[in-house]
């Protein structure tokens, strides 16, 4: 039982380059989310998805796409990259299908360096 | 979701003192989770509080939900350097777990 798995664990762009971040779980968490740290910001969430087929913006989803294609998977798009997208993005899933009284199991985190 | 506010941002201690750090918000709350983040680590769950007044113990770690359900606090009693982190308190509202800036524990062995 891996938990929670990102891919990268590092990664460095360039300005206007596209990437996907990779989340899976293996707990058949029907929620799953995405968050970035920033120094001195705590953690913000991106999107969320309360399961397969259904997702929804966050507290700061500018320039992110999700889909959520299957109950394992949760990629986190950057379509063109930019210099405040520099950051530490968390994926989390939760038991249940809405987050209410379930913890957030959180990935190892994907740290990311946009030139 | 709503706006939960942690103070203070960091607290350097001396091994074997207290610790606490507070987040508040401006509205009643429906429930708060507690994180802690090792340096380089990623967020762990510690606990989560729904009712009013709620007191939760573990170990040397004290969780308090205020009375209003505006406020909340974790205590840690004579700190060790294994507590180092970022301590951080979330608020569920609907779909959304939303967190406060977090409290950067710092210990002096």
């Known amino acids: 039982n891996a938990g929670v798995t990102q891919t990268p664990k590092f990664q460095v762009l360039k300005t206007g380059q596209s990437m996907t971040l990779q989340c899976a779980q293996d707990m058949n968490h029907e929620y799953m989310s995405w968050y970035r740290q920033d120094p001195g910001m705590g953690l913000r969430l991106i999107h969320y998805s309360v399961g397969a087929g259904i997702t929804d913006q966050g507290e700061v989803p500018n320039g992110y796409n999700v889909s959520r294609s299957t109950t394992e998977d949760f990629p986190l798009r950057l379509l063109s990259a930019a210099p405040s997208q520099t950051s530490v993005y968390f994926c989390a899933s939760s038991t249940g299908q809405a987050i209410g009284g379930g913890k957030l199991f959180f990935g190892s985190g994907t740290q990311l360096s946009v030139l | 979701g709503q706006q939960v506010m942690q103070i203070p941002q960091y607290q350097h201690v001396q091994e074997g003192e207290d610790f606490t750090t507070y987040c508040n918000s401006s509205?009643?709350?429906?429930?708060i989770q507690w994180y802690k983040q090792r340096p380089g680590g990623h967020p762990v769950f510690l606990i989560q509080?729904?009712?009013?007044?709620e007191v939760k113990k573990q170990k040397r770690l004290t969780f308090q939900f205020g009375e209003a359900k505006k406020n909340s606090s974790l205590h840690i009693t004579a700190t060790q350097t294994t507590d180092v982190g970022t301590y951080f308190c979330g608020n569920n509202a609907g779909n959304m777990l939303t967190f406060g800036g977090g409290t950067r524990l710092m210990v002096k062995p």
């Open positions: 509205t009643t709350l429906s429930n």
């Open positions: 509080l729904v009712k009013s007044g």
